[in-house]
C-alpha cells in the first residue's frame, strides 16, 4: 500500500541567493594548436574527416603539447575538479589525445564555436558530470577569448556563464534526476512521471545536452528523495534501473512534445565510468585510481573488437533514445573514459579534508574528472557532433 496519498503543487526548493559576478577576462595567451603525433594534429581539413567515421572508436595517444588552460587559468573550476590547484604532481594525464581509428578529430576552435553560437544558449542539464563537462567548455572558450568580457549569474540550480561580446550564454541546470522531486506532506518524493518543473528552465535554448544516472543508484544518506512517485501513488523504493527506465521515458516524451528539431538540438551523454576498484585493470598501483598515471592499455579498447557490456544504465538511455520521435545524438562517452583510470582527481580534491587526502586508501575521487582533462576532449567530440556530423 503507498505510505500516504494526495499530492501537493509544491515543489521542494531549497533557497539560494543569486550572485553575479563580473569577470575580466585574465591576460593570457590564446590557446594554439597542440603538436601530439597523429591524434593531436587534427586540421578541419583532414582526411578523412569526422563525418566518415566512428569518432567514439578509437585509442589515446600520448602528445606533447599542454592543455589548453590550466586550473590557475580559467575562472569556472570548482574545487573538487581543480587537481591542479590541489597538488597533482603529474602532468601527462593532460596530454592524452583521443584518436579515432578511421578519422582525425577537428581541432576544438573556441573562437569558431563562439562565432557560430552568437546569440544563442547551450546548456547542459544533469548531476555534477554535466558539470564537469559545462565547466570543461566554459575553460576552453574563455581560453580561446581571454580578453573577452563575461559574465558569471548563478542561482542554484541554474547557472548561467555569458561571454558578453559574443551574446553567448553557456549554462548547467542541476537536475541529478532529470524529473522533478516535489514535496508532499513534508517529504521528498522523486515523481517518475513528472518533469513539468524542472523543464520550464529549458525551453528556448538552441542546444541542449542531458546526462543521468548516477544519482539512481544513491542509497543512504546519498539519496536525494524520501519516496518515488508515480500515476498518484508513492513507494519507498523500486528496481532502481526500473525507475531510471520510467523516470527517462518521461524525459522523452517531453522532448518529443516541446522540443523543434529545427531550432534546438539534443544531446545525451552516456554514462561516465568509475575507477574505484583496481580489479578492473592489469598492474594497478593502489587498490583505486590514485596513483595512476596513464590510461588503461587494450582494456575495455573501442578500436578492439568492440565487446564493451554496456551497464544497464546505458542499456536504458540507448533503448530510449531509439524509442523517440525526436533526433537525439547520443555522446558516447563510456568506453573511451572507462580508459581514462589515470585521470580523477583521486585525492587531489578541494572537497577532501588534509586528512583525507593524506588517506588514498580512504577517501577518495575516482568518479568525477580533473580540469584541465577528460572533459576536454568530451568537448573536443561535442563540438564535433555540433558542427561537423
Not at 546569440?119 to 544533469?126: A, H, L, Q
Not at 558530470?129 to 541554474?158: K, T, Y
Not at 523543434?260 to 585493470?281: C, G, I, L, N
Amino acid at each position: 500500500m503507498p505510505p500516504f496519498s494526495g499530492r501537493s503543487g509544491v515543489l521542494a526548493a531549497i533557497a539560494f541567493s543569486s550572485s553575479v559576478l563580473l569577470l575580466h577576462a585574465l591576460s593570457l595567451p590564446a590557446a594554439s594548436a597542440r603538436g601530439a603525433g597523429p591524434a593531436a594534429r587534427h586540421r578541419r581539413d583532414a582526411t578523412p574527416g569526422p563525418a566518415s567515421c566512428d569518432v567514439f572508436s578509437g585509442s589515446w595517444v600520448l602528445g606533447d603539447g599542454p592543455a589548453a588552460y590550466t586550473g590557475y587559468s580559467c575562472p569556472l573550476i570548482d574545487a573538487e575538479f581543480n587537481c591542479q590547484l590541489y597538488g597533482r604532481p603529474d602532468s601527462d594525464y593532460l596530454r592524452y589525445r583521443w584518436k579515432p581509428a578511421g578519422c582525425e578529430l577537428p581541432r576544438f576552435d573556441g573562437a569558431e564555436f563562439l562565432t557560430r553560437m552568437k546569440g544563442k544558449t547551450v546548456m547542459f542539464v544533469g548531476d555534477s558530470l554535466g558539470r564537469n563537462q559545462w565547466e570543461s567548455l566554459v575553460c576552453l572558450l574563455h581560453a580561446a577569448e581571454p580578453q573577452s568580457p563575461a559574465q558569471l549569474v548563478s542561482s542554484d540550480p541554474l547557472y548561467n556563464y555569458k561571454f558578453l561580446e559574443y551574446e553567448v550564454t553557456v549554462s548547467f541546470y542541476r537536475a541529478p534526476y532529470l524529473v522533478d522531486i516535489d514535496a508532499v506532506q513534508g517529504k521528498r518524493v522523486l515523481m517518475l512521471d513528472d518533469i513539468s518543473g524542472n523543464a520550464e528552465a529549458w525551453r528556448g535554448a538552441d542546444v541542449l545536452s542531458f546526462n543521468s544516472g548516477h544519482w539512481w543508484t544513491h542509497t543512504g544518506a546519498m539519496q536525494g528523495w524520501d519516496y518515488m512517485g508515480e500515476s498518484g501513488r508513492y513507494y519507498v523504493d523500486m528496481d532502481r534501473t526500473v525507475a531510471f527506465q520510467r523516470g527517462l521515458t518521461t524525459w522523452a516524451n517531453w522532448v518529443d512534445l516541446n522540443v523543434d528539431p529545427a531550432k534546438t538540438r539534443v544531446f545525451f551523454q552516456s554514462m561516465s565510468p568509475t575507477h574505484y576498484s583496481s580489479k578492473e585493470w592489469p598492474n594497478p598501483v593502489s587498490k583505486n585510481c590514485y596513483g595512476e598515471t596513464a590510461p588503461v592499455v587494450g582494456l575495455n579498447s573501442t578500436a578492439a573488437d568492440g565487446q564493451q557490456a554496456s551497464s544497464g544504465q546505458d542499456q536504458v538511455i540507448q533503448a530510449v533514445l531509439r524509442s523517440m520521435r525526436s533526433p537525439v545524438r547520443l555522446l558516447d562517452i563510456t568506453a573511451l573514459s572507462a580508459m581514462r583510470k589515470d585521470a580523477h582527481p583521486s585525492v587531489y580534491s578541494g572537497d577532501l579534508t588534509p586528512a583525507q587526502r593524506a588517506n588514498p586508501g580512504g577517501s577518495v575521487d575516482c568518479s568525477h574528472w580533473c580540469l584541465p582533462g577528460l572533459p576536454d576532449t568530451w568537448n573536443q567530440l561535442f563540438y564535433t557532433l555540433l558542427f561537423y556530423k
